[in-house]
């Protein structure tokens, strides 16, 4: 699958650990260098502000797209190639899902965990067939892996669904599986149903 712009949730924290601004940083400059544009959520804060930052230094293609009230409160990251300000999260979401060909979330909180989920969700119900993934900067995000393989043993997500959500340590190794991925086609209505009845 080709990724011509890739969509990333990350903190507007920096976290406790250096890896993860480095990792944000190293993914900026990567995207920058293979051609890839930059879909975000638009600012200047955390990791999202040190990925945008690396990725403009490497002279990639940055979209922030930020809500209207966000924007008003001056956290937005100035000098992006685009800067899109929307009315409601909701749209934010719908117009970040639309400019990009695949998503990845990396280390953040509650916003970065939410984004990452719905969009995952969208997937599960074939509402589009982009890759997903997390970027396990030094382990992470490995005990929600593990807790997403207990969802599936307990029988709440479908196998083929969780092994959509892609995971690697390093952010070549999950853009190569972003573009290896073949869209999955089980769809999660049909299994519940089945479930149900049998
Ligand atoms: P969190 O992981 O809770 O820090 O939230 C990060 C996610 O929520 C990002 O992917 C953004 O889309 C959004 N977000 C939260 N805070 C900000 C902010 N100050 N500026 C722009 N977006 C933000």
Redesign the pocket.
């Known amino acids: 699958m080709t990724i011509k712009r890739l969509c990333?949730?990350?903190?507007?924290?920096p976290g406790s650990r250096p890896d993860y601004a480095r990792a944000a940083r190293e993914l900026g400059a990567l995207l920058a260098r293979r051609g890839i544009g930059l879909v975000?959520?638009?600012?200047?804060?955390?990791?999202?502000g040190q990925l945008a930052q690396a990725a403009l230094e490497n002279g990639g293609e940055v979209i922030?797209?930020?809500?209207r009230d966000?924007y008003d409160?001056n956290?937005?990251f100035s000098g992006l190639t685009d800067l899109r300000v929307v009315g409601t999260?909701h749209e934010?979401?719908a117009l970040?899902a639309g400019l990009a060909d695949g998503f990845m979330a990396l280390p953040?909180?509650?916003?970065?965990?939410?984004?990452i989920f719905e969009i995952l969700t969208w997937a599960q119900l074939g509402m589009h067939q982009k890759p997903c993934g997390l970027l396990d900067i030094a382990g992470y995000f490995t005990p929600l892996l593990r807790f997403l393989n207990h969802v599936a043993e307990q029988g709440f997500i479908d196998p083929p669904h969780r092994a959509m959500i892609l995971s690697a340590e390093f952010p070549g190794d999950l853009l190569r599986q972003f573009e290896n991925y073949k869209p999955i086609v089980a769809d999660k209505a049909e299994w519940a149903l089945g479930l149900t009845e049998s």
């Not at 922030?64 to 809500?67: E, K, L, N």
């Open positions: 990333v949730f990350c903190g507007s924290s975000f959520g638009g600012g200047k804060v955390g990791m999202m922030g797209v930020i809500p966000l409160r956290v937005a999260m934010r979401k970040m953040g909180g509650l916003g970065t965990l939410e984004e």
